[in-house]
């Protein structure tokens, strides 16, 4: 079977990020490439202005932040993908409800399956949430929901899970019809319309702001500078000495907690039957990878790391929405190598469509946050969550 092609917006998604993400990845390019670069440098100012002037508004309350009476944290970062949002959220979320809270997660539901927008339009205002999971049931899958909300929802009972492009009126549905005291707004660094109780962000430790420039020259959603609102900060994927990284913090908020972590492979599961392989089985087995998310280098060196010989990896652009030939091709690909399995992030495999029978085993790589140091500034912060006095 011959590989499906990406479409046409996804290969220049795919070109550009390569071109963006890194200091000095744009370096001894040709001259088209420096024109196009020089574009974009004059859309990031436009966007950079477009930036300052929505928070001059919420700033002197010329555009409302509306506060719903209950807990609200906001988890998000300053750069455009990347940092692990989702594993910290399910930390936040775990630890919330073990401690008695009704948490609900809100969230946009980023590349989700949407009706176009001349019909959003005129129904947004009127139409509900989407309940990805009331904390009983998982009720949508990830295509409607969107890949996050899915599996938060999978892997959270207990847990509401609420998806909306408007999350004061997600979080206020959250309140009213399934009882939450405690939201946790997912990706809110940006969304100033919901008041926020506590302000998480988390900053790549591997490459905490890019080249510098805002998007989409750069990374950057908004000027590094705006750290000083972070009420805790997360410095993840650290391995070795951060102490630059710290430092660089530092410089723009000095009184922030930060804690230090990791995301840990936890263990391998089958895609379709759920069948769980310790991570040693990865040990001298040979892989290829397929995978469609922002960092795809740190998801194929944890395998390595894990002792498996990685001889193809398959990229596609992030949230990519897999069709059935774009997963035979890789199953197929990986039978014809004589690889073990074909191994995938667990957010893709939310993705990937049905198969009965497989000619290669299909494994995900569950991943969870350990946390390396700071481990004392979290529980103060799911002490104030729960108004819990500190033994």
């Avoid at 913090?249 to 089958?270: F, G, K, M, S, W």
């Avoid at 190598?337 to 939310?350: I, Q, S």
């Amino acid at each position: 079977m011959r590989k499906a092609r990406p479409s046409g917006i996804e290969r220049l998604e795919s070109y550009l990020v390569k071109l963006i993400q890194e200091k000095g990845a744009d370096l001894d390019q040709p001259f088209s490439i420096r024109m196009l670069l020089a574009f974009l440098k004059f859309a990031s100012c436009l966007f950079a202005a477009g930036v300052a002037i929505r928070y001059f508004l919420y700033r002197t309350g010329l555009k409302r932040r509306y506060p719903l009476g209950i807990q609200v944290i906001s988890i998000g970062n300053v750069t455009a993908g990347g940092t692990g949002k989702t594993p910290v959220t399910e930390i936040f979320a775990r630890t919330l409800a073990a401690e008695g809270r009704k948490v609900a997660i809100l969230s946009r539901g980023y590349r989700r399956k949407e009706a176009p927008w001349w019909v959003r339009m005129f129904t947004q205002v009127v139409s509900k949430p989407l309940v990805v999971s009331d904390g009983r049931h998982v009720l949508l899958d990830s295509a409607t929901g969107g890949d996050e909300p899915y599996m938060l929802a999978s892997n959270l009972p207990g847990v509401a899970v609420v998806v909306d492009r408007d999350r004061v009126k997600a979080g206020r549905y959250a309140i009213k019809r399934l009882g939450c005291d405690t939201l946790i707004l997912d990706d809110g660094f940006q969304y100033q319309k919901l008041k926020h109780s506590i302000e998480v962000v988390l900053v790549d430790a591997t490459n905490p702001f890019g080249n510098g420039h805002m998007l989409p020259r750069g990374v950057l959603r908004e000027p590094a500078r705006h750290l000083k609102r972070a009420d805790i900060i997360f410095l993840t994927k650290c391995r070795g000495d951060v102490s630059a990284v710290r430092d660089e913090i530092r410089r723009y908020n000095d009184t922030a907690e930060i804690v230090e972590c990791n995301h840990a492979p936890r263990v391998l599961r089958d895609v379709w039957s759920r069948e769980e392989y310790p991570l040693s089985w990865l040990d001298g087995k040979t892989t290829c990878t397929l995978s469609g998310i922002a960092s795809p280098k740190g998801f194929e060196n944890s395998l390595r790391h894990l002792g498996a010989k990685v001889v193809w990896c398959e990229r596609y652009a992030d949230h990519h929405r897999y069709d059935s030939s774009e997963v035979l091709y890789a199953l197929n690909r990986t039978a014809d190598m004589g690889a073990d399995a074909l191994v995938t992030t667990e957010k893709d495999a939310v993705r990937f469509p049905r198969f009965e029978t497989t000619p290669v085993r299909c494994l995900y790589l569950r991943i969870a946050i350990e946390i390396i140091s700071g481990r004392e500034s979290f529980d103060q912060i799911i002490n104030r969550i729960c108004f819990r006095q500190r033994s």
